[in-house]
């Protein structure tokens, strides 16, 4: 391995332990408490070499977003692909009750995804890969149950709006979170055309 491979896998590494301890401090503590200088100190390097991989705490916000949207997205699909073979109503609540419990389970990165300030584009162009994916991942199984009369993509925008909304006001205790599943019967009843 030559001195700039070594360097290169070192980088990588450097800034694959910046993202997990923002990530890590984000869940136990709030965002507010995810600072450079805090960032520094648990990983054990001079807040210079935490700015040469970052530019400041938007980038990282957007790296644990980028990284939050493949774990979403390896947990629907994980979701769905469990309950394949069932019906597709058992495959679309799968995949609500997934994302519900991706939310609830992984605060901080959902709010570095859907409610802070990253950096990062949805719906254009320049999307990157990770949030397309994630899209994807609800497109898969919800595309299906759309009607001829709704274009699949615009159906799973609103279905996954309708997550979203569920997901953030029972977070905030706006909805009470034992009529989860009611809900989410609701949901999948009264959209998907199944």
Not at 6 to 13: G, P, V
Not at 93 to 109: G, I, K, M, Q, S
Not at 157 to 170: D, P, Q, R, S
């Amino acid at each position: 391995m030559s001195v700039q491979e070594r360097k290169q896998r070192e980088r990588a590494e450097r800034e694959r332990l910046i993202v997990a301890t923002a990530r890590e401090l984000a869940e136990q503590q709030g965002w507010d408490a995810v600072t450079t200088r805090r960032l520094a100190e648990r990983i054990e390097y001079s807040q210079p070499v935490l700015y040469s991989h970052f530019r400041g705490k938007r980038e990282i916000i957007g790296a644990v977003a980028l990284e939050g949207a493949t774990d979403m997205a390896a947990a629907l699909r994980a979701a769905t692909s469990a309950a394949d073979g069932t019906r597709t109503r058992t495959r679309v609540t799968a995949l609500a009750r997934a994302y519900l419990d991706f939310a609830a389970e992984n605060p901080a990165v959902y709010d570095a995804l859907f409610q802070l300030d990253g950096g990062l584009a949805f719906a254009a162009e320049e999307t990157p890969e990770p949030l397309k994916d994630a899209f994807a991942a609800l497109l898969e199984s919800l595309g299906d149950v759309a009607g001829d009369d709704v274009h699949p993509g615009l159906f799973t925008e609103v279905f996954w709006a309708a997550l979203h909304g569920l997901a953030t006001l029972t977070r905030a205790r706006r909805l009470p979170p034992e009529d989860t599943a009611r809900r989410v019967e609701l949901l999948v009843d009264r959209l998907a055309r199944i």
